[in-house]
């Protein structure tokens, strides 16, 4: 009797085993489909974000992937700064808005001591619901923040805020987690990419366009002004005898007389008008939807801008002072495409050049 109670509770003891490695297995297997679906719903929101690399299509995607994903309509996205006293919040991504150099109505200072909330979280890196941070609470469309910190080599680097979700939402925030810290990535890559942009297209020397850029651009102005049937004209501006202010004075002192030149034609020139360093002392300006007369007026007013400005060792020069010369081409009147166009600005600069320099010749 007592070895058949005890095969009956082995026999009980079996059945029970078998049935929690059943029912592990399931377990194991509904983990195993939730954890996939979870990989392939992250690797669907963040996989948009590796093959851009324009800052502001990288932000737009951030903010498009948040509502339509995430179902999170209006975040707000911002960098961090900070020093011994503050943490600076510069908002770079709002809904409909997104801007590198900031998006000033909705940055903020705050207070280190005043924010311990907003410290832990950097400290942490953690995610936090449901919060109050009074200068946010200013310039945001709600009171109670969803803080997303984007996390960067370890650290934070801005952050992803959000309305904050209800408590008894089942809401996986780790999600939110690795979404942030691949928008932090896509940001930080679309900002060496705009470095690296501009440092292929723009004078090291100068600080305004090179050549690269201005063989790229002016053919696509002369295709808009074509298109427009609009006029187009061209600058093209020497210093005069730039040799020898660079032989008398040292390459230290020339570098120093071009940059000042570049300062002063971009000082001059309209905002929609572009400047670039040709080579060596000579620069070209692009002015769109401009005449020939127009443009006459506009070299005039580097020139004598020029002219007036004090240049150091200046007196040394032939003319007593530092000066430009300046040849004028437009379109279509003078060419039809840009190669062109430029030989004729070209000759006309030459032709100022052999008739007594510091002049404008078109």
Same mark, same amino acid.
């Given at each position: 009797m007592v070895q058949q109670i005890l095969l009956f509770i082995c026999l009980l003891e079996l059945i029970f085993l078998l049935f929690l490695i059943i029912?592990?297995?399931?377990?194991?297997?509904?983990?195993?489909?939730e954890y996939k679906n979870k990989f392939s719903f992250i690797e669907e929101i963040t996989r948009p974000l590796r093959i851009l690399a324009d800052f502001d299509k990288v932000l737009i995607e951030i903010l498009n992937i948040l509502s339509k994903k995430t179902n999170q309509k209006n975040s707000f996205i911002y960098l961090l700064e900070e020093d011994k006293e503050n943490y600076y919040l510069k908002c770079i991504g709002c809904p409909h808005i997104v801007s590198i150099s900031g998006i000033v109505k909705y940055n903020i200072v705050v207070k280190k001591e005043e924010s311990l909330i907003l410290s832990s979280i950097i400290k942490n890196k953690n995610i936090v619901n449901n919060i109050i941070i009074n200068e946010l609470e200013?310039?945001?469309?709600?009171?109670?923040?969803?803080?997303?910190?984007?996390?960067?080599?370890?650290k934070v680097i801005g952050f992803i805020l959000t309305q904050a979700?209800?408590?008894?939402?089942?809401? %996986? #925030?780790?999600?939110?987690?690795? #979404?942030?810290?691949? =928008?932090?990535? =896509?940001?930080?890559?679309?900002?060496?990419?705009?470095?690296?942009?501009?440092?292929?297209?723009? %004078?090291?020397?100068?600080?305004?366009?090179?050549?690269?850029?201005?063989?790229?651009?002016l053919p696509k102005e002369i295709e808009l002004a074509r298109r427009y049937k609009s006029f187009l004209s061209i600058c093209m501006i020497d210093i005069d005898d730039f040799k020898h202010y660079n032989d008398k004075n040292g390459h230290l002192a020339g570098d120093d007389c071009l940059k000042k030149v570049a300062e002063v034609i971009s000082s001059t020139i309209r905002s929609g008008d572009i400047v670039a360093r040709y080579g060596g002392?000579?620069?070209?300006?692009?002015?769109? =939807?401009? %005449?020939?007369n127009g443009a006459f007026i506009a070299a005039e007013k580097i020139r004598k801008n020029i002219?007036?400005?004090?240049?150091?060792?200046?007196?040394?020069?032939?003319?007593?002072?530092?000066?430009?010369?300046?040849?004028?081409?437009?379109?279509?009147? %003078?060419?039809?495409?840009?190669?062109?166009?430029v030989e004729t600005a070209d000759q006309f600069l030459y032709k100022a050049k052999t008739s007594g320099k510091n002049k404008v010749c078109c």
């Open positions: 029912h592990f297995r399931k377990y194991k297997t509904v983990l195993k489909e200013k310039v945001l469309p709600y009171k109670n923040f969803l803080v997303i910190p984007m996390v960067l080599k370890n979700v209800e408590e008894n939402t089942q809401q %996986d #925030f780790s999600i939110f987690s690795v #979404f942030a810290n691949e =928008a932090a990535l =896509a940001i930080e890559n679309a900002k060496l990419y705009e470095k690296l942009e501009n440092m292929s297209t723009t %004078d090291g020397l100068t600080g305004v366009y090179n050549r690269r850029y201005l063989e790229q651009q002392e000579e620069f070209l300006v692009i002015l769109p =939807a401009t %005449d020939k002219e007036q400005t004090k240049f150091e060792y200046a007196s040394s020069q032939p003319l007593g002072k530092v000066t430009v010369s300046i040849g004028v081409a437009t379109y279509p009147t %003078d060419a039809q495409d840009y190669i062109k166009l």
